[in-house]
Structures are given as structure tokens and as C-alpha cells.
């Protein structure tokens, strides 16, 4: 017999185009054990939310993202069962991360551990990347901890560092990647989890 799909919720601060990029593999049946019914923002505004209208997924506007009970009913309550963090600019209360351990997945524009951590974040980590005169990075799926940027990763692709790159013109290359890793860091957590 045919398992169902597990309920993803993708959490999400802003634009969510890895959100919605996920929701293209998921059209495409690339999305191989899961299914988005959630996308989560701790802002009204993010513009991600109108990508799941439009898609049919239901939003869920936290009034406190540092309610971590309260998350945590509103997922049991829909039986979501992965949470894929996409631009989610909050910490994930611990609460949340200790019920859904190994099940909390982020997307992080380096190759980590390399220009993770605190403040490295958007623009910051490319212009962190340029300067450092590195000429590769890249994008990194991992496992969601109580350390920022520091579980274990899941999926790490590669990224040249062109010369005359711009921290703009990287952010875009690298941005291109993070949409062609993530839904394959989810088959992987997905299959593993059984
Ligand atoms: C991405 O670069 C992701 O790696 C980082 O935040 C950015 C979100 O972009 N965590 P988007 O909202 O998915 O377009």
C-alpha cells in the first residue's frame, strides 16, 4: 500500500521564491514523499503568502513567532509533519525544534559552515563571500538545531565566483541553485525518515 504524503509547511518572511520554486517541483511530481498544505509567515506583508493563495495552499500569519506552543498546536492540528524553512528570517522557538527534531530543514545561500552563523544572512553573506576572495561558494540545505546554521547538512551545492561578480550578481547565481537543491534535500530527509 501507498503511504500518504507528509504535510509540509514552509515557513517564509518574504518574496518565498524558493517557496515558490518548491511548489513548481511539487506541480512537476518532483516532490516524491511529501506534500505543501502550509506556508507560514511571521509577517502579513511577505510576499510569498499571495504565491499560496494563488496556489491553493493555505497561510497561516503567526501573531507571535515566539510562541512556540502556539505553533505547535497550529501544526499538529493540520499533521504537518516536515517543516522547510524558506527565508524565515525568526528563530523556530525550541519548543518547535525539539518536537519536530530532524524534521526542521533551512536553506542557507553558502556552502556552510563556511559564511553561516549570526549575521550572516541576505546581501551580507555574499559581500562576506567577495571580500574573503574565495572563488567558490554556494547553497546549503541542512537540518534545523538550536544553533543557528549548524545542524547537519543535508544537500551542498557548488557555486563559482565569477570575476567582476557583484555581491548582487552572485546572490542571483547562487539563489538559481538554492531552487534546484531544495526540493532534493527534501526527497533525501523524506526517504531517510521512512
Ligand atoms: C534565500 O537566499 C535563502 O537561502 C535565505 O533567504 C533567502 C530567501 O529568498 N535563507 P526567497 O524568499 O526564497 O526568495
Known amino acids: 500500500m501507498k503511504t500518504p504524503p507528509v504535510p509540509i509547511a514552509v515557513f517564509i518572511s518574504g518574496r518565498g521564491s524558493n517557496f515558490s520554486a518548491l511548489l513548481d517541483a511539487q506541480r512537476r511530481g518532483r516532490l516524491r514523499r511529501g506534500r505543501i498544505t502550509l506556508c507560514v509567515s511571521d509577517r ?9 493563495r494563488q496556489a491553493g495552499v493555505e497561510t497561516l500569519v503567526l501573531p ?7 505553533i505547535l498546536r497550529d501544526l499538529h492540528a493540520r499533521n504537518i509533519g ?7 528570517i525568526r528563530l523556530v522557538p525550541p519548543e518547535v525544534v525539539q518536537a519536530y527534531r530532524g524534521r526542521i530543514l533551512n536553506i542557507h545561500p553558502a556552502l556552510l559552515p ?7 544572512y541576505g546581501i551580507r553573506v555574499h559581500q562576506a563571500v567577495l571580500a574573503s576572495g ?3 561558494t554556494g547553497a546549503t540545505v541542512h ?3 538550536e544553533e543557528y546554521d549548524q545542524g547537519p547538512i543535508v544537500l551542498q551545492r557548488k557555486v563559482p565566483v565569477k570575476p567582476g561578480d557583484t555581491p548582487e550578481s552572485l546572490q542571483a547565481r547562487v539563489l538559481r541553485t538554492e531552487h534546484r537543491i531544495y526540493w532534493r534535500a ?3 530527509v523524506l526517504r531517510r525518515l521512512g
Open 64 to 70: 507571535d513567532p515566539s510562541d512556540g506552543n502556539a
Open 134 to 136: 574565495t572563488k567558490t
Open 186 to 188: 527534501i526527497n533525501r
Open 143 to 145: 537540518i534545523v538545531t
Open 114 to 120: 563556511a559564511f553561516g552563523g549570526k549575521g550572516f
Open 82 to 88: 516536515l517543516i522547510a524553512l524558506a527565508g524565515y
Open 44 to 52: 502579513p506583508q511577505a510576499q510569498g503568502l499571495e504565491t499560496a
